[in-house]
């Protein structure tokens, strides 16, 4: 069974600009978490996606967006880039609810300059 | 609100020593509660889970019990090895919300 994808792997990007990340989640699952990692903040839920709808939303602002797809690949969006958006952005798959366990991907590694 | 507390590395240990990570949470109800293990330049990855009081949780020689009256989820290996260098992360879920509540991490290095 694959794994959970992230592409790209690394990304460097400017101030100001926008970057759209996407994830591959494991066959079958339809729940797709948002998690961003920083050394000073941890690990910090941004937003979670079911059925194509958005039903957790953690504390981030509306510059941080996402979509997901009918086969239920995920997309996240920043737009307007700042330097403090720099981090590891980790995407999760789980089939909600029948079991509790979450299966991550290697992330994508955003540097704003 | 729901957190979750585990203690500051980095912690450093010499081969086949004993490991305790302690972890304690804050929660309403009764969630699902993981330790995740993350080596360099990688995602993170399910080490073991417990979904109610009491269970035991078991991987790689890792183990972790769900203690509701303490709410606690510590997490012990017997004799390390150098492969076990890592960052661990204990968490939280409930599985209605698929949202997993992290601890800070903590970094582990062990010497040969």
């Known amino acids: 069974k694959a794994g959970v994808t992230q592409t790209p792997r690394y990304l460097i990007k400017t101030r100001g600009q926008q970057v759209t990340l996407s994830c591959s989640p494991i066959s079958g699952h339809r729940s797709v978490s948002w998690y961003q990692q920083t050394p000073g903040q941890g690990l910090q839920f941004l937003f979670e996606y079911f059925s194509e709808t958005q039903r957790n939303k953690g504390n981030f602002p509306g510059r941080f967006s996402g979509r997901q797809f009918s086969n239920s690949r995920s997309e996240m969006n920043v737009s307007t880039l700042e330097l403090g958006d720099s981090a590891l952005y980790l995407c999760?798959?789980?089939?909600?609810?029948?079991?509790?366990?979450?299966?991550f991907g290697q992330g994508t590694r955003l540097t704003v300059v | 609100g729901n957190s979750v507390t585990q203690m500051e590395g980095p912690v450093t240990l010499s081969e086949e020593a004993f490991l305790t990570i302690n972890c304690t949470y804050t929660?309403?109800?009764?969630?699902?509660l993981f330790w995740y293990v993350q080596y360099p330049g990688e995602g993170l990855q399910l080490l073991l889970k417990?979904?109610?009081?009491?269970d035991k949780g078991s991987n790689k020689g890792f183990e972790a019990t769900y203690r509701k009256e303490t709410t606690s989820f510590h997490l012990e290996k017997g004799s390390v090895q150098v492969s076990d260098s890592a960052v661990y992360f204990c968490a939280h879920m409930y599985s209605s919300a698929s949202k997993i509540i992290f601890g800070s991490g903590t970094r582990l290095s062990i010497r040969p």
């Open positions: 929660a309403t109800g009764y969630p699902s």
């Open positions: 999760a798959s789980s089939d909600r609810g029948v079991n509790t366990e979450a299966f």
């Open positions: 417990a979904t109610k009081a009491d």
